[in-house]
């Protein structure tokens, strides 16, 4: 098993853009408080989300992502488990998504990065002090964080068999462990 430490040298490697390393930390943290929950071990769950986009800025594309990368994953010594869990969470790669580490990764991803621009247009710009009302209202401007794919993250929360807005409680829950690492500190009351 490669350690939390080499998987993160590796996404830094790979990853310049601090917003695309934000948002992997963010489903890594999610993950892991999926793992606690669910009663499993941490590190594959961990692994799996910090490393599921370590190669977007080299295949910035559907053709190539994540498939492209997962030769880089092997020659760096990653499980085939943890290869194949990170090809799952892209619909394209026809690796099904039939375990709750799987589902986990499909319901977190996107959504992390829907709750980071909610946070991020609070006056406190703070992860700690945000409440899924305040996801609830952006969730239904459209406008807002139009590149996201509600209708995926209801999708995907309900495959893994989790209530959307408890999912999102959940993850805002997961992400307020490491409001540094986020830079969502922000300013709390």
């Known amino acids: 098993m490669v350690s939390r430490a080499e998987a993160l040298a590796l996404m830094q490697e790979y990853v310049k853009n601090e917003g695309l390393q934000r948002h992997m930390l963010a489903v890594e943290a999610a993950m892991r408080w999926y793992a606690r929950q669910h009663g499993q071990d941490e590190e594959p769950w961990g692994l799996a989300g910090l490393l599921h986009d370590f190669d977007w800025e080299i295949h910035p594309n559907l053709e190539s992502h994540p498939q492209a990368g997962a030769e880089i994953l092997r020659q760096r ?99 307020q462990t490491i409001p540094d690492e986020l830079g969502l500190r922000g300013n709390p009351a």
Not at 107 to 132: F, H, K, Q, W, Y
């Open 77 to 175: 010594g990653l499980p085939e488990a943890t290869i194949q869990d990170i090809l799952s969470h892209a619909d394209h790669t026809g690796v099904p998504r039939d375990t709750p580490l799987r589902k986990a990764l499909a319901a977190c991803d996107e959504l992390t990065g829907l709750i980071i621009a909610v946070a991020l247009v609070r006056p406190s710009r703070s992860i700690l002090d945000l409440e899924v009302k305040s996801v609830k209202k952006k969730w239904k401007d459209k406008a807002f964080a139009a590149g996201t794919h509600r209708e995926e993250m209801e999708a995907a929360a309900a495959e893994f068999g989790v209530e959307l807005w408890q999912h999102v409680a959940n993850v805002i829950a997961a992400m």
